[in-house]
């Protein structure tokens, strides 16, 4: 283990892994068979020594009676010694076989029969018993013995035999298992290598990704394997970096572009009254643009930093009991006075008491924004209507307007920063492009969102749901007004 940690390298792990469980398997087989041959062997001897004493014991007992009950060598009939004597040509030479009397005398013997404690005749029952025999030549027999009348069958089987079975076994297995391991590292180590190839491969292109070659991308898999599948969600991590990348281009463009602006008036005009010093009147002036342009650049800052602030979920969240029917009070005498020069009728409906929860400056900022849009791309003598009601856990406060609407492709896109669908005409109207981005912040920070329907020439409506407080969950009726 500590030596694969030197290593380091997946393919060295993963022959090492293949080859150590090709090798524990190979060893759990090879005692498996070794067992099962250990106990198959000896299972078919004993039915073997079995069979063959019962065998010769049915012969004994068609001895005649008279002689059964006394026997002594050489009164067993030759007919019956000759059956058994062909019957044993057909066993193998190892097996030895011997008859012996109620005395213990032998009455027939066939091969060298092994000198030891055979059991004695009168502890036999009616079955064969079969038992170890360990010879004088410390050899080890397996034996079976049956008593028919007085007379005892006894067949020997080395047991030798069946050892150098099991140990010829063992040795062909041992012998095979260094081999199967060669095969193994080998084998494991070539597949080790085909696996990871790709690997390599994707290691190389995306050790290349950096700012100027994020449009590259891994050349996808045929196979959707766990490989391609690794592909896909690299490629789809560089093209989400590679869109965050022109968004943060692009953003930084709009910021330099945004400031360029106050920025040229404030230093033409600044150069301008150096060249020539300016009376009392024109001094008042000066101040005043430069009071205009300056505030128009912190205004921009301060958006900037409240939504930067945001991304990083550093902003600050205040979580304050807020009456949004007086805000929306306060909103409707300020947009009647933004409305009067342009002639604009401004109404608040329903706006029942609802208290949410939350930070009241950043959602007066926020309703500010919808209606000052609102009055801006309303042209003379339409109309703005500001409603709040309350449907379940829930307060929708809604903006709509008679304005000039806004095209269906910019709905989606109307939330980013900067962006605006006419930029001159908004500008001009004294919009930052920022009013809307911190305004959905604003709301999802309270756990709201907005929603927006608007067509062309007809008018947009802008709403903003957000929960209402725990407190007055139970408090008011929907709808009252
Ligand atoms: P701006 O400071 O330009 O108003 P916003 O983020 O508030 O920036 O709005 C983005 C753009 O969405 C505006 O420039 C304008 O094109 C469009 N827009 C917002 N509100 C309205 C509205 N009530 N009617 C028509 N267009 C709107």
Not at 265 to 270: I, P, Y
């Amino acid at each position: 283990m500590i030596l694969l940690r030197k290593i380091r390298s997946v393919r060295v792990a993963l022959t090492v892994w293949y080859a150590g469980i090709l090798l524990a398997a190979f060893l759990v087989f090879g005692l498996a068979v070794y067992f099962y041959l250990h106990r198959v062997l000896h299972d078919a001897l004993e039915s073997r020594l079995t069979a063959e004493v019962e065998w010769i014991a049915e012969e004994i007992s068609r001895i005649p009676a008279g002689i059964r009950l006394t026997p002594t060598l050489g009164d067993i009939p030759l007919e019956t010694r000759q059956n058994i004597e062909d019957h044993l040509d057909l066993l193998p030479r190892n097996f030895s076989v011997k008859l012996t009397g109620m005395d213990g005398k032998d009455l027939f013997r066939r091969g060298s029969f092994p000198s030891g404690n055979l059991v004695t005749s009168t502890l036999l029952g009616g079955r064969p018993t079969i038992y170890t025999l360990e010879s004088a030549s410390e050899e080890v027999y397996s034996v079976a013995s049956h008593k028919r009348e007085r007379i005892t069958v006894h067949i020997a089987f080395p047991e030798k035999r069946i050892r150098n079975v099991l140990r010829h076994t063992l040795v062909i297995l041992f012998t095979l298992a260094p081999a199967a391991l060669v095969i193994a590292v080998w084998g494991g180590w070539i597949v080790a290598g085909r696996v990871l190839r790709p690997i390599g491969r994707i290691t190389r292109i995306a050790s290349r990704f950096s700012a100027q070659t994020l449009n590259e991308r891994i050349p996808e898999r045929r196979v959707d394997d766990e490989l391609g599948k690794l592909i896909k969600t690299l490629n789809l991590g560089a093209s989400r970096l590679e869109a965050s990348f022109e968004q943060m281009k692009l953003f930084s463009m709009n910021v330099a572009h945004e400031l360029k602006t106050p920025l040229t008036v404030l230093r033409g005009e600044a150069e301008l009254a150096l060249g020539n010093p300016p009376d009392a009147e024109k001094s008042r002036e000066l101040a005043e643009t430069f009071l205009e342009e300056t505030v128009r650049i912190s205004l921009i800052v301060d958006d900037l930093l409240t939504l930067a602030k945001g991304d990083a979920g550093q902003a600050e969240v205040i979580h304050e009991p807020v009456e949004l029917a007086g805000i929306l009070e306060d909103l409707l005498d300020e947009a009647q006075i933004l409305a009067q020069e342009k002639s604009l009728r401004v109404e608040l409906q329903e706006n029942p008491p609802i208290t949410v929860s939350g930070d009241e400056t950043r959602l007066r900022r926020l309703f500010r924004s919808l209606v000052s849009n609102a009055v801006r791309f309303t042209d003379n003598g339409g109309l703005i209507r500001i409603c709040s009601r309350r449907e379940g856990e829930e307060v929708r406060v809604s903006v709509e307007d008679t304005g000039i609407g806004i095209p269906a492709d910019s709905v989606a896109k109307i939330f980013d920063r900067f962006y605006r669908v006419d930029q001159a005409r908004s500008r001009e109207r004294g919009g930052s492009g920022l009013g809307l981005s911190l305004a959905k912040w604003i709301a999802e920070s309270h756990g709201g969102r907005i929603e927006v329907a608007s067509e062309v020439g007809r008018g947009s409506r802008f709403e903003v749901i957000l929960p209402v407080a725990g407190d007055s969950a139970t408090g008011s009726s929907p709808g009252s007004s």
